[in-house]
């Protein structure tokens, strides 16, 4: 189960990944257990200044914090409806890969091209939350492209590196 | 309508981690303890077992609230304790909790 903490953004598994998986490490696997975890790498995804905030910044950090704010400002606009829709097309689809890499490991277990899909999965669903958020207004075909070529390509450098390391 | 102090206003905002902020508060109110604890003692006060999505959503939380604050520990098990912030804004909580179970019980028996 301690995998699922791939999931998590980086920051956040620098600062909680320890005792997560600690407390992780002493439930037993269940589809709620599966779902709670699921639904807290989401929100560690979608709410990064919850992380951002707790600890002082480094000389580094001040320097990437101001380039993301540089480029926050001159990003796009999102309404709340836009991000909205993001989050729940994010959620369903997390949902869905859940339920995909459960039925795929059982039947598969060990496969390379499965924990390539687990391996995908975490910055599939940051893909999918950006794709929709920032390319609503642009054509289905343009989304298609972005989001469809984004994933493939994903899936097949995760898919590329599980076969080279198996 | 009951009128909220600013102390208690600290766990506004806190979506579907509010209930799970509020009991880590109260598990934390007798002394620090680290996530695996919580989740028991939680479980004993009022028989619900947070999982570690939503214990560490609502600690996350909490921390950068400033109400609980992690401990230094050579262990992999960080401890956390109560802030002077956090101690206030369990006070309020649990006061103006304990004014709606006032109010509720008098209309019952009133009824």
Known sequence: MTWMLRLYPARWRQRYGEEFGTVLAGRRASPGLVLDVLAGAIDAHLHPQIQLSESQPTKGDTMTLAMLLRCAAGGPKLSPQDKKIARWVTIWSALAIAALEIGLAKAFRGAPAVMALVYWSAPALSLIYEQTAYLRQRSWRTQAFVLGGGLSAMYAFMLAVCMVKL | ?111
């Open chain 2, 1 to 111: 309508m009951m009128r909220k102090t600013k102390d208690d206003a600290e766990l506004d905002d806190f979506g579907r981690f509010s209930e799970p902020a509020l009991l880590i508060l109260v598990s934390l109110a007798d002394g620090p303890k680290h996530g695996y604890s919580m989740t028991e003692d939680i479980a004993t006060l009022a028989g619900v077992r947070l999982g570690p999505g939503t214990l560490y959503g609502a600690l996350a939380r909490l921390e950068a609230r400033g109400l609980i604050e992690p401990l230094k520990s050579e262990d992999r098990r960080n401890p956390y304790r109560l802030t002077d912030l956090g101690e206030r804004a369990l006070r309020a909580r649990l006061d103006s909790m304990m004014a709606v179970a006032r109010t509720g019980q008098r209309r019952l028996a009133h009824a």
